[in-house]
């Protein structure tokens, strides 16, 4: 999971260690059931942590929820980051971006079922994949590469494109989720203003092993 710079002595390392505990129990509690109806309590103990230990972190549910969910969303930004690192296309990168979501929906269900229960409300985040996505789409309207649109309008549809992606993947199980994802990517690709045969193949280029 993200970190910061490594606390710098014991007591700072137990601190840290805690309040990553307690992020750590809100994630799964929000990846079970996307709710934040649990108690204080009912968090502390999943976190194996003392009752009062969460007021020396966080000053309410909400904080520690919304903490969570940047916790996560920076998780899923890093990821990318790793394996989309060699990619320079951005239309490549955002093909690459709905595809590996898919794909982690099975390597990291945890993750991606916290991004489907409160992926919306953080969908123009300075944390996590916003801030990427931005940054590609800003360097394909300056290359050419995208049709100049307003690059925050642009980040909702696929913000949106992407939240409805996930919702299919897991209620719909059964459904091949490389191809809906590629089929999706290349729609995305068109709407962006890349030429329908070069989506269809830029959406099916090879993908790096999530590992």
Same mark, same amino acid.
């Given at each position: 999971m993200p970190t910061s710079a490594p606390p710098s002595n014991r007591f700072e390392r137990r601190r840290a260690e805690t309040r990553q505990a307690l992020v750590r129990a809100a994630r799964q509690i929000l990846a079970e059931t996307g709710e934040t109806s649990a108690s204080i309590q009912a968090i502390a *103990? &999943?976190? /194996? !942590? @003392?009752? @009062?230990?969460?007021y020396n972190h966080f000053e309410s549910?909400? *904080?520690?929820?919304?903490?969570?969910?940047? %916790?996560? #969303? $920076?998780e899923f930004g890093q990821a990318f980051d790793e394996r989309l690192r060699d990619v320079d296309d951005p239309a490549e990168l955002v093909a690459g971006g709905f595809r590996l979501s898919v794909r982690m929906a099975d390597s990291h269900p945890e993750l991606m079922q916290v991004l489907r229960h409160r992926g919306l409300g953080h969908l123009h985040s300075p944390r996590g994949l916003a801030p990427r996505a931005l940054r590609d789409l800003d360097r394909g309207? +300056?290359? @050419? &590469?995208?049709?100049? !649109?307003? =690059? +925050?309008?642009?980040?909702?549809a696929l913000g949106g494109s992407?939240?409805? #992606?996930?919702?299919l &993947?897991?209620?719909r =199980? $059964?459904? %091949? @989720? /490389?191809e809906a994802a590629a089929n999706l990517a290349e729609m995305v690709l068109r709407m962006l203003g890349? =030429? =329908?045969d070069e989506a269809r193949e830029v959406a099916r280029r090879p993908l790096p092993d999530l590992g």
């Amino acid at each position: 999971m993200p970190t910061s710079a490594p606390p710098s002595n014991r007591f700072e390392r137990r601190r840290a260690e805690t309040r990553q505990a307690l992020v750590r129990a809100a994630r799964q509690i929000l990846a079970e059931t996307g709710e934040t109806s649990a108690s204080i309590q009912a968090i502390a *103990e &999943r976190a /194996d !942590v @003392g009752f @009062g230990s969460f007021y020396n972190h966080f000053e309410s549910k909400a *904080e520690l929820f919304d903490a969570a969910v940047v %916790d996560a #969303l $920076e998780e899923f930004g890093q990821a990318f980051d790793e394996r989309l690192r060699d990619v320079d296309d951005p239309a490549e990168l955002v093909a690459g971006g709905f595809r590996l979501s898919v794909r982690m929906a099975d390597s990291h269900p945890e993750l991606m079922q916290v991004l489907r229960h409160r992926g919306l409300g953080h969908l123009h985040s300075p944390r996590g994949l916003a801030p990427r996505a931005l940054r590609d789409l800003d360097r394909g309207i +300056t290359s @050419g &590469r995208f049709s100049p !649109v307003d =690059p +925050t309008v642009a980040l909702a549809a696929l913000g949106g494109s992407l939240l409805c #992606l996930l919702e299919l &993947r897991f209620a719909r =199980p $059964e459904l %091949d @989720g /490389d191809e809906a994802a590629a089929n999706l990517a290349e729609m995305v690709l068109r709407m962006l203003g890349v =030429p =329908p045969d070069e989506a269809r193949e830029v959406a099916r280029r090879p993908l790096p092993d999530l590992g």
